[in-house]
């Protein structure tokens, strides 16, 4: 698949704010590497600017834990160590400042964190990537969808699948286009079905079945990867089934380039991201 072409280089009158400024609201006590993998695969995929927001307490340690090319945002916690509720009053103050948004990866299912991104999923005003705890935070409130009004992608697993349309995961696994087109189409969103031939679905019906990809990324932080990827897409001003479309593909393209050069057996998701500039290549 060639390179898309918001993701060429070829102009160098560009800036860095030609490329996207991303606000990435991810980690907790228990999982700030989740905010480090997604906010390095951002950068590793062409973003200009990358902002990791976690909550306050965890600002420093991941300042020394994260790349030193990415930027931090301390927000609001509450005593577990987890996003507040009231974090979304800072958010509220500074949306302008980005192009695109991922929320999800490692922030935890406390009460207030899970009602923090459902605020997120329905007042953002960018481009949103919705991915693994904040998926959780939906289950139940699917409704949330609905309210939103720019686009949302959604980066759901079978398992993550089965929590929101309250189903079994191998009635799922045995109907993968269609159940990602009929939820895209009744929550007008843009629906990602990971697993072997990761599903991408449209509410206008455009769907994409990604060829790429390997037993070796199933492995902890590979989905957090995958939103990186998709959010700096979404940065650089690609559609959201586009940039869903293309994440698929150059995240599981970059998972084969790993698995050439270290096996699948040992392939950890730093691996994936360490491979994504030769899947741009």
């Known amino acids: 698949m060639p390179l898309p072409a918001p993701l060429s ?11 996207g400024h991303l606000l990435l609201i991810a980690g907790s006590s228990s999982m700030l590497g989740a905010a480090a993998l997604t906010a390095l695969a951002a ?10 927001a976690v909550p306050r307490s965890l600002n420093l340690t991941l300042q020394k834990k994260i790349s030193s090319v990415i930027m931090t ?4 916690e509450n005593s577990g160590g987890m996003f507040s509720l009231k974090a979304f009053d800072q958010l509220e103050k500074i949306w302008g400042r980005f192009d695109a948004v991922g929320i999800g990866p490692g922030i935890g299912r406390g009460a207030g964190t899970l009602k923090l991104a459902r605020q997120v999923i329905r007042h953002c005003p960018k481009p949103l990537v919705v991915d693994a705890d904040a998926l959780y935070a939906l289950a139940g409130h699917t409704e949330t969808l609905l309210k939103a009004k720019f686009p949302r992608v959604l980066t759901p697993h079978a398992g993550e699948m089965s929590r929101l349309i309250e189903r079994p995961v191998r009635e799922i696994e045995s109907s993968r286009l269609k159940t990602a087109r009929e939820f895209a189409a009744s929550f007008n969103c843009i629906l990602l079905l990971k697993g072997h031939r990761t599903v991408v679905a449209s509410d206008l019906g455009k ?16 989905g957090d990867v995958l939103t990186g990827v998709i959010t700096a897409f979404l940065g650089q001003g690609m559609s959201p089934f586009d940039a869903a479309k293309y994440g698929a593909y150059y995240h599981g393209r970059a998972g084969d380039l790993a698995a050439g050069a270290c096996g699948k057996t040992g392939m950890i998701a730093t691996d994936i991201i360490a491979h994504l500039q030769g899947a741009y290549a």
Request: hydrophobic share 35%.
């Open 207 to 222: 769907t994409y079945i990604n060829s790429t990809g390997n037993a070796g990324m199933a492995t902890a932080g590979s």
């Open 43 to 52: 950068m590793r995929s062409g973003a200009g600017l990358v902002t990791a």
């Open 73 to 76: 945002l301390p927000l609001v």
């Open 9 to 19: 280089r070829n102009d160098p009158r560009k800036s860095k704010k030609d490329f």
